[in-house]
């Protein structure tokens, strides 16, 4: 059964850092692509950043920058570092697997506010 947990969220000031996790389980980690959407209220999902089995990676344009997505394929582990938060990345994150569907996880809360 897939599992995808995410942790690291939480309230961090603009300007300030974060960085979410996603254990994954349940699935042939090492051939998914990974990665990282976001739901503003509001708003639909979107994508933040994937990342390849062989490590390439693709950020959209809003967090080029300021994000890196990064996997350990040894300890089934994706992660996204967040720096210069913004009042506008406030939202669900969720962790995504990717080869013929989609898997996604419970999601954690990233408030941005002083």
């Known amino acids: 059964q897939v599992q995808l947990v995410e942790s690291g969220g939480g309230l961090v000031q603009p300007g300030g850092s974060l960085r979410l996790s996603c254990a994954a389980s349940?699935?042939?980690?090492?051939?998914?692509?990974m990665g990282w959407y976001r739901q503003a209220p509001g708003k639909q999902r979107a994508l933040v950043a994937t990342i390849t089995s062989s490590g390439m990676t693709n950020y959209a344009d809003s967090v080029k920058g300021r994000f890196t997505i990064s996997r350990d394929n040894a300890k089934n582990m994706v992660y996204l570092q967040m720096n210069s938060l913004k009042p506008e990345d406030t939202a669900v994150y969720y962790c995504?697997?990717?080869?013929?569907?989609?898997?996604w996880g419970q999601g954690t809360q990233v408030t941005v506010s002083s």
């Open positions: 349940g699935f042939i980690f090492g051939i998914y692509v």
């Open positions: 995504n697997a990717r080869r013929k569907g989609d898997q």
